[in-house]
């Protein structure tokens, strides 16, 4: 069964940077790209970018580009979202997901002072 695990819920003031988590099992990890996609009510669905896992290399969407990096760890089947300098049109549910058909679980981004 393939499961995607995020990290909790963040709350951080403007300016600041979140790192999000995603925990992965079920699969051969380096097999599959990972997507991240944001959600709010605002916005809608947004897609940041993926990851390859199996060689790191990284696509982002132009409108995150130069404040979200990815990465992703093999031994430990996780990848990560570190998204920096943070605004308050940042606050939404961030997302993982495997060929966009497995998701993890959602993680909420506060951006408050």
């Known amino acids: 069964e393939v499961q995607l695990v995020q990290s909790g819920d963040e709350l951080r003031t403007p300016g600041a940077s979140v790192k999000i988590s995603c925990e992965t099992s079920g699969y051969t990890f380096t097999d599959y790209y990972i997507d991240w996609v944001r959600h709010d009510p605002g916005q809608g669905l947004e897609w940041m970018g993926q990851?390859?896992?199996?060689?790191?290399?990284?696509k982002y969407a132009q409108k995150f580009q130069g404040r979200v990096t990815f990465t992703a760890d093999a031994s430990t089947r996780t990848a990560y979202v570190h998204l920096n300098s943070l605004r308050a049109q940042d606050a939404a549910v961030y997302s993982c997901?495997?060929?966009?058909?497995?998701w993890g679980q959602g993680t909420q981004v506060t951006v408050s002072s």
């Open positions: 997901a495997v060929i966009l058909h497995y």
């Open positions: 990851i390859d896992p199996e060689d790191g290399s990284t």
